[in-house]
Each structure stands twice: as C-alpha cells, then as structure tokens.
C-alpha cells in the first residue's frame, strides 16, 4: 500500500500543491506565532537581567523597605564585595514653563552596579546635577549643560520642595518594556534630600550586591539569607525569570490571542485539504476498486487516503515551519534597523514547543480534513473497476445534516438574541454575563450555519449565476452552471472565504458601531467639538490673556470662536450653600454657531445647575457675587453647570474673565489638524509669554484619541484575518484546477465546437467571480449581523448604541472578492487553455 | 464497385475538404513517427465519407488535421476556399464555429445542459438566432421532440449521440466530422445513429465525414476512403460491409497500397 500511495502521490503531487500551500500558510502562522511569543519572552528577559548592570544578587526586604541594620549587615557579610541599595522616586522637571513627570533613580555606589546609560554626557556627579532620558530632555527643550528645577509633588496649597540642577547627559530611551526604567538619574544625596524634604524615609526596597567571588552564587545566596533575618535575597537569574514569568501572563494572553487566529487560519485550510481529497478520491474511484478487486480491504484503501494526508501534511507543515522561522528571523533583522531601544536577540531561539506545535496541527489538520474522503474512498464498490467511469452522483445531503444545523442556528441564534436583547432591556453595568451568553449563543449559531451551508450557498450561486446567465454569454451560461454542478464543493470553497469575509465585516461593523456610540456619547457631553481651556489655579477657573485669545482666532481652520466668561460666586439653595463657585455664561447668539446644534442654553431667568447639586427642576437657586445677589430657576433641560444666561450674569457685576473658548470650524477643516494646530501655537505662546499652557479640549480631541485605538486595533484583527483570507483565495484556485482537469473533456468539446481561448478564460473567471463573491457577500451579511449583536452585547450598558454599518469596508470587502476570484482564476485557465481541442475526441 | 485513387476525384464539383501534401511528424530524430505520410484527398460536398484503416493508420490524426483541431507538419487542408493551414488559433475557432460540426465518440454533450440547450450551444457561442423550421426538422428527423427537456444523464447512448448530431448539425455547418460516432453504442443505437447520418447528407443536403474501424458502419458512407500507414491506400465507393471488409483485408495482405479493382 505504502508503494501505492508513493506513486500517487508522484503522479497527482500538483494536484496536492493548493492543499499543500493552505497548510503550510497555516503552519508558518502558528509557527511565527509562537516563535514571536518566544522572542518578547527572551527580550524582556534580556531587559530585566540588564537592569540589574553586574550586580550577582538582589537584596529585598521580607516586609517592606529594608532597614539601615539590614543594609550594614548585607554589606559586612565576608561574601559581599560591594552592596548599592535602589533608590527610586518620582518628581517633576520643569524648565521654561515646560513641566514633565519623571521616574527617577539615584546613581548606584559602585560603577559596576549602575544600569544607566548615556548617550551623550555622563551621570551626575553632584548634587547640583541630573542626567535624563533623550525624550524627556527634548519635551522640555533641553539640552546637555542647560539649568532645569525639578520639584517633589505637592499638594495643592503648598509651595513644593524645588531644586535647580544642571543636565550632565542624556540617557538611552527605555522603551519597550517598561520595567522600573528611569527617565532621570540623580546622585544619592540629591535622592536622600529629596525624600527627606517629603517626609519619606530614604530606604530603599531593594539591593544590588556585588560578591567577592561569585562562583559559588547560590551557596553566597543561601548564607546571606540565613545570615540577615528578614531579607529575601536571589540571584539575578532567578528575579528576571520571577519578572519576566509575571510579565508572560500578559504574553501568553497575547500569543493565545494570535493563535486563535492561526486556529481560524488552519479551519479554513481544512476545508481546502478536504475539498482536494474529495476530487483525488473521486478521481481515483476506477484506481481504488480495481485494488479492492485484486484483494486490498476497506481499511488498506482508507489507510492509504490517510497516509498521504500526512505525507502532505507533514511536508506542507515543514514547509510552513521553515516560512515561520524565516519570517521571525527577518523581524529580527529589521527591528534593530528601527533604532528602538528594545534589546530584541539576534537569533531566533528554537524551542521544541515552536518546531513541534506548527508540524503537529499542520499534520493534524491535514489527516483530520482527509478523514471523510478517506471514508467515502472505502465506499467505492469493486465492480465500479468494471465500469465505464461516469460523473460522480453527488450524494444528497442527509436528514442529520439538517436536523444538526438547524438545531445550532435556531438554539444558538436564541441564546445569542435573547442575550442581545436582555443587554438591551436590563440596565446592568457589567454585561459580562451577557457576552459570554452571547458569545456561546453565536458559536453554536455559526457552526449551524456552516454545517448548513450547503442548503444555502449553492441557491445564492445559482442566483448570482442568473447574472452571468443574462450577461455572460455562453461563457457565462457555462460558468454559471459549472458553479453548483457539485454544490457540495463550492459550498465548502465559498465557506472558507465566507469565514474570512465574515469575521472581517464583524469586526469591522464592531468598530464602526463602537466608533458612531462614543460619537454619540461625545457629541451629549461636548457641545462644541474643540473647545480651549485655561487651567485651573488654586482660586478656580484660570483667565485665558489676549494674546492667546489672537492666537487661537488667527489659526488656521478656525473660523469663529465664542469666549465663555466665568465669575466665582456663591450658589445656594433650599439651605444648601455652595462657596467658590465657578458662574458661566456664553453669549447665546455666538454660541448657537459654534455649537454642533441642538444646544439648549439657559433662558433669562434660569440657571442649569449641575447634577451633582442635586437640584429639582423649577427650584429656585441664588447667586452671590460681592454685594449682588440674584434668584434664578434651576433648568433641569439646559446645558452647563451653573450657567445662565448673559443678561443675568451681567446683574452679578463682579469682574468676569475668559476661562474658555468655543471653537467653530471653518467648513471642510479636519478637526483633529486643528487640534494639533491649536495645541502648538498655545504651547508656543505660553514658553514664550510665560503663561500657563491653555489645554485643548472636546469632541474632536476625544474622538482623534479613540479613533486611533480603534482603526489600530481593527488593522491588527484584520491583519491578523488576512491569512485565513488568502488561504481561502487559494481555496477557490484550487477548486477551479480541480474542476478544470476534471472537465477536461468539456473543455476540448466547447473549444472543438468554437469556444475560444479568451472565452475559456473568461469562463474560468467568472465561475471563480461567482464562487468568491457568493462566499464574501454571505459572509458580509452575515458578520453585520453578528457584528451588531456583539457591539449591542459590549456597547449597550455604556449607553449611546448606535448601531452602524460600514459601507467603505463592505465594499471593499467585494471588490477583494471580485478581484480574488478573478486572480484564483488565472492558473486554472492557464491549464484549461493549455487542453487542445483534440482532446475532446479522446475516449477515457 | 471500384476501388480508385482518391486523388482523382473525376468530373465532380468543388471538392468540400481538400489536403495535399498532408504530413504529421509526432517527436524528433531516431523517435519520429509519421502518423501522416503525405495525404492528398478531396471530399466532395453533399457525400457521406468514411475513412477507414486499422488502428495507428493514421485516420484519427487525418480527420485532426481535416478539421482544424491539429496543425500539420506540411502540407495544405483547405475547407471549400479557406486554407485551415495557415489560420491562428482564434481563426480556427471561429472556422470551427461557424463552418464545422463535430459528433463524437464519447457524445461529450455538456452535462449540465438539457439537450435543447447543448443543440443551441453552437448558436449561443456565434450568437446567431436560431432558425426554428431548422430546428425543428433536425428534431423531428433525430426524433428527439420528446427528449428536449432532458440532461444527458438521463439520456440513453443512442438519444445522447442523436442530440449530438442535432448540435454538429444545428449551424448548418459545411462539413461534419463524426469520429467512430458509434464507438460507445449497442448495434441497433448504432444502425440508428448511422441511418440519421446518412439521412442528414441525403435529406438535409449535408457533408459528413466520418472515421470509423467499423466496416458495417463504414457501409452506410457513399464512399470509403482506406488509409494505411499515413498514407491514402485507396477508395470504394458505394460500399458495401463485405467490400469494406475485403478491402481491409487486402490492405492486410499486400504490402504497397492496393491501386488496382477489387473484385466485389
């Protein structure tokens, strides 16, 4: 049998090379997936142990900081040679009215224990000295040799604690992996000073020593630890390893994460392994009965269909493994090239784990797809070898098919809309109950789906095919009825992208309903889509100067801009009293044409109260400014907290400043340019005039944030999506070589009669057209609706659903699917072409 | 009967198919084999032909080349003015379209198709209306009326090869070529498929030439043409299965091509 299956597969190897591609795509993905895990692993590894510079142990307290004692213990211990405790601390750096957060460390008591590196300058030397990130330096506009003041935190009504240091150097970005890396490093004693001025002790958490040899490192650890009383101590290796194992959680979330999309990659390959068995076996139906008529059994047969599944699939996987590793390995020759700071290894590492999984799922996949061909293979009766071989009856499908399919669309469908609609009705701020109802529900629903794919796929061929019918001429007559001649295979080819095309439109209808909802819940919140703010100081709302005022009127794309003027006054009502009050105020008319619409500011006489006072609607509310006092109703409809009308806010008296503008567009402006406009000229003028920077807020900022998470995370899935997208494409090629060796005959009797060569082609084409777009278009259908549900399922306690249809990615959706057909067409036709007509008169 | 030169057709009008000089060498070198060694025959319009030989004489590569389904080695084949010889492939397609009909061993109807569609397929790929009466006739003459509706798999050999014969027939094409038509049928589909050939030249004014090894069969043809060895060994006309036979045999027992009468 063994010969057998050797000389068939040396026959029919091209036959195999769709199937073959499919898996080793899919492979290469688990492969890669794997391989990737295992490169952040060992680079974050390589980031921790750098940490630790030359250190041999590390020194922590059981409970809390280590003391003086411990210290001095540590450091009197006949094994130590040097031991430097990590001081690290928080504060901010200022310079030029520039401020910044910085992580801090102080410099370490031996050279051999310090970490840091510079880039240019060197480490601080005195007190009176800092050395910083290279990023840190250039947000504040420093550099080497320039006076900054760094600051300890304060609260609000004290004067913080400030020193004036000069920049000595600059330190490599940590980037990456963020591991305790500090963006500052100043000497102890500045450290000391700076945690004694907070109050704080100066005691580190942490030591880093240094032995006198360290060639017995875990005994020298052993007897420190039973030495000090109340100290942890471990090697270097062991505490980047606890890290980096820590850190892995979030990893292994990660690489499940992209796995799952190598497991929908590899499903999809199945279905091309299982459509390429199906074809080999029918094929060889005449080769198979006459062994079982010269003695080979059921199981010889079926062994030998298995058997060179897994010859495919192991080469295919092999194949897929050695993409994988390349692919690894070139990331690693391009991320250095990036000139990131991220200590990324030169070499791939091989672990068994990423040569054995991609060769045993590849291999899997590939037997597993094979087993209902090999099944239908020991069908073929031995007689079949006495016939004349005719066309294949396609075998009906079965009752339990059916039973099976409706039971998941209509048990899962229910469990997934029931949840839809509970998420909808019940107003609960966890819905996780619901999702993962939701998510079981659509499982069940989409597998019942597939498996009754074929009820529906080939009706929406056949459809589709009434458009070639009516346009394509006898091409597309041809290719219309070639499409559901086996609606079984197409059905399983149209699957596979319907997969790909499904999920796609699904996350995509996802983003677009995530991104229309947090429009809606912007555009409740914000009534303007920028708006620029003044801080606020210790006294309230800060004043925005005129020169700030000109500059945002002259940016480019503003077109109007609306002050709100603000009063600090007393609000009180039914006994409550509400001191250092901010009161607003806009003019009514400017107002109304910066606002997006739909804006109802107080009317004269009211005053919209914020939530917070907990006012009933119509209740009466007085404001106190100086010696006027004024008695206004409380309108629950109205917009602001604590606003009222001009006319109103003009009887305060009092002196009003600026705190904000309302920006209005000019048409056609990006709002997100405007922003980043707007910010640069306020962040300009406040260095330059030495006023605070005026913030920069709204609808438009908020969603430039969101958006971006959102189109980078829908690029990553669909990034992610694209393998099972092309192993799907490869799909619908092979079907097409598939069915064109089968039809050779045909083809030779349409040229004979006078198809012609481009005809052919164009036959072939529109078949392929019809297959793909059937698949895509389903597909689309179907992803929008479990789209929906999904986001309804995540959106709907955050409030402001509003479900969307992305009609751009739709349509692209159908253009890749068009152009895939066309494409997954041209080998096939290549060969149908090649089929001179003579070989019509051929007797097989 | 006589048993002539086929290169010397006599005083009879234009010849449907004419090849001179006709040769087909299959490999190179030492490994050539010539299937065609230099073929000169013309086929007159309106007959019923049958070419006949043992197997590897060459007919099957002769009717290729007679229809524009192979390219020659050298030599000419000319359908009524054109010469198939020198036309590209498109050229030959359209040639075979619109002036050719082909019945095959193996039907090769389409089986996706009734059988009205797979008649009509020759229309459809020139996109010329169909001629009703025309096909009517063909229908009635075929007796496939009740059979219109039907795909080839529910078809007997003898139905499928008649709808067969309804599509090389439905253009009106100059010639039809029907290689061994009744290669895959029972004799009395076959007796059946060949009188509707016969009939179709006769009634329907038609030109078939058909490749058979099958002297009965070659007997329903107004003329047999015997090939040997790539080359035209002789003709009988008017035959008869017992002189298509004695022909053979003397192509057997003689070595040159038989030139001279045979009795009959």
């Not at chain 1, 400017?590 to 009211?606: D, H, I, N």
């Not at chain 1, 698949?775 to 659903?801: E, K, N």
């Not at chain 2, 063909?138 to 795909?151: K, M, N, Y």
Request: proline share 5%; net charge negative.
């Amino acid at each position: 049998m063994r010969g057998f299956v050797l000389s068939q597969l040396r026959r029919g190897g091209g036959r195999l090379l769709a199937a073959g591609i499919a898996i080793a795509l899919g492979s290469a993905f688990v492969a890669a997936a794997l391989l990737g895990s295992q490169i952040v692993r060992t680079t974050a590894y390589n980031a921790v142990s750098a940490s630790y510079a030359n250190a041999d142990l590390v020194v922590s307290g059981e409970e809390g900081p280590l003391s003086e004692e411990q210290l001095a213990s540590v450091a009197d211990a006949p094994e130590v040679e040097v031991v430097s405790p990590v001081v690290q601390l928080a504060f901010e750096v200022e310079h030029q009215g520039r401020a910044d957060y910085a992580w801090g460390a102080a410099r370490m008591s031996d050279p051999r224990l310090e970490s840091a590196v510079t880039t240019s300058g060197s480490l601080p030397a005195s007190d009176a000295e800092i050395a910083l990130a290279g990023d840190t330096a250039k947000r504040l506009g420093l550099q080497v040799g320039d006076e900054l003041s760094i600051a300890n935190f304060a609260s609000f009504d004290e004067e913080p604690a400030r020193w004036t240091v000069t920049l000595t150097g600059l330190l490599v970005d940590p980037a990456g992996f963020n591991f305790d890396s500090p963006v500052a490093i100043v000497t102890d004693s500045l450290a000391t000073q700076m945690l004694e001025a907070r109050g704080e002790p100066a005691l580190p958490w942490r030591a880093l020593v240094l032995l006198e040899d360290d060639s017995g490192l875990e005994a020298s650890r052993d007897t420190l630890a039973e030495a000090i009383p109340g100290v942890d101590v471990q090697t270097v290796e062991e505490l980047a390893h606890e890290t980096v194992t820590a850190f892995s959680g979030q990893t292994d979330v990660l690489t499940g994460f992209v796995l799952t999309f190598a497991g929908i990659s590899l499903v999809v390959a199945s279905i091309v392994i299982a459509n390429t068995f199906q074809v080999l076996v029918a094929q060889r139906a005449q080769t198979l009965a006459l062994l079982r008529c010269v003695g080979a059994t059921r199981r010889q047969v079926r062994g030998s269909v298995l058997l060179e599944a897994s010859i495919v699939g192991l080469v295919a996987s092999a194949v897929g493994l050695a993409i994988g590793v390349l692919l690894a390995q070139s990331a690693l020759w391009i991320v250095p090239t990036l000139e990131l700071a991220v200590p990324v290894p030169s070499v791939i590492e091989l672990t068994p784990a990423a040569v054995i999984w991609p060769i045993a799922a590849g291999t899997l996949v590939t037997v597993l797809a094979a087993l209902a061909p090999a099944r239908v293979a020991t069908r073929v009766a031995p007689l079949a070898a006495l016939r004349p071989l005719e066309l294949q009856p396609v075998r009906g499908s079965s009752k339990v098919r059916l039973v099976l399919a409706l039971l998941g669309v209509v048990v899962g469908g229910g469990i997934l809309a029931a949840a839809t609609f509970a998420a909808l009705a019940t107003d609960v701020s966890d819905p996780s109950l619901f999702v993962l109802a939701g998510i079981f529900g659509g499982a069940v629903s989409i597998t019942g789906v597939l498996i009754g794919a074929v009820y529906f796929v080939p009706g929406a061929a056949r459809w589709l095919g009434l458009l070639a019918h009516r346009f394509g001429g006898v091409p597309g007559k041809v290719a219309a009825a070639n499409s559901v001649r086996n609606p079984r295979r197409t059905t399983a080819t149209a699957s596979a992208l319907l997969i790909g095309a499904g999920l796609v439109t699904m996350m995509s209808t996802g983003a677009a309903t995530a991104r229309d909802s947090l429009d809606s819940l912007l555009d409740e919140n914000f009534p303007v889509d920028i708006a620029v703010n003044a801080p606020w100081d210790m006294n309230g709302p800060g004043e925005l100067t005129d020169a700030q005022l000109a500059a945002v009127e002259s940016t480019e794309g503003v077109a109007r801009v609306a002050p709100v003027l603000t009063l600090m006054g007393t609000a009180s009502t039914g006994g409550d009293t509400w001191s250092d009050s901010a009161i607003y105020t806009i003019d009514e008319e400017a107002a109304q044409e910066v606002a997006r619409g739909g804006l109802t500011l107080p009317s004269p006489g009211t005053i919209a109260a914020p939530q917070w006072m907990d006012v009933p609607d119509g209740q009466t509310i007085s404001l106190t400014v100086g010696s006027s006092t004024i008695e206004l109703e409380h309108d629950a409809e109205a917009f602001g907290q604590l606003w009222l009308a001009s006319q109103d806010f003009e009887r305060l008296g009092g002196s009003p400043v600026t705190s904000s503008l309302w920006i209005g567009l000019e048409p056609g402006a990006n709002p997100e340019d405007v922003v980043s406009s707007l910010r640069d000229t306020l962040t300009d003028l406040s260095s330059s005039a030495g006023v605070p920077i005026a913030q920069v807020e709204g609808a438009a900022v908020e969603r430039a944030g969101y958006q971006e998470v959102i189109d980078t995370m829908l690029a990553i899935v669909i990034g992610l999506l694209g393998v099972a997208v092309i192993i799907a494409i490869v799909g619908v090629a092979n079907t097409l070589s598939l069915s064109v060796i089968e039809r050779r005959r045909e083809s030779a009797t349409l040229r004979a009669i006078g198809l012609k060569r481009g005809q052919l082609r164009g036959m072939l084409a529109i078949e392929g057209v019809i297959i793909a777009v059937v698949g895509a278009a389903l597909g689309a259908v179907l992803g929008l609706v479990y789209g929906w549900a999904g986001s309804t399922l995540l959106l709907a306690s955050s409030g402001g659903l509003r479900l969307a249809v992305p009609w751009r990615d739709l349509a692209i959706i159908l253009v890749v699917a068009l152009a895939a057909g066309l494409l997954a067409s041209v080998l096939p036709s290549r060969t149908a072409t090649r089929t001179p007509p003579v070989a019509a008169l051929a007797v097989d | 009967m006589t048993l002539n030169d086929a290169s010397s057709p006599g005083a009879t009008p234009a010849p449907a198919v004419r090849a001179r000089g006709l040769k087909k060498v299959y490999g190179e070198g030492a490994a050539a084999v010539h299937a065609l060694a230099g073929v000169d025959v013309d086929f007159q319009a309106g007959a019923f032909t049958a070419i006949m030989g043992p197997s590897g004489s060459g007919k099957s590569t002769l009717m290729h080349l007679l229809a524009g389904l192979d390219s020659a080695t050298s030599g000419t084949v000319h359908l009524g003015e054109t010469a198939l010889t020198s036309l590209g492939d498109d050229a030959l397609t359209l040639l075979r379209r619109e002036r050719i009909g082909f019945v095959f061993q193996s039907f090769n109807l389409l089986p996706m198709f009734t059988a009205e569609q797979n008649i009509l397929l020759p229309l459809e790929l020139a996109g010329a209306k169909v001629d009703r009466e025309w096909f009517d006739q063909l229908v009635d003459t075929l007796a496939l009326r009740e059979r219109l509706s039907h795909r080839p798999g529910e078809l007997s050999g003898g139905q499928q090869q008649r709808v067969a014969i309804a599509r090389a027939l439905i253009a009106r094409p100059e010639v039809v070529f029907a290689d061994e038509p009744t290669g895959n049928l029972d004799s009395r589909s076959g007796a059946e498929v060949l009188s509707f050939l016969r009939r179709s030249v006769r009634e329907l004014g038609r030109t078939v030439i058909m490749v058979t090894h099958d002297p009965t069969a070659a007997a329903y043809a107004d003329r047999v043409v015997l090939i040997a060895d790539g080359r035209i060994a002789g003709t009988i006309e008017d035959p008869t299965p017992e002189s298509v036979l004695a022909g053979l045999d003397a192509l057997r027992t003689l070595e040159s091509p038989v030139t001279q009468a045979v009795a009959g």
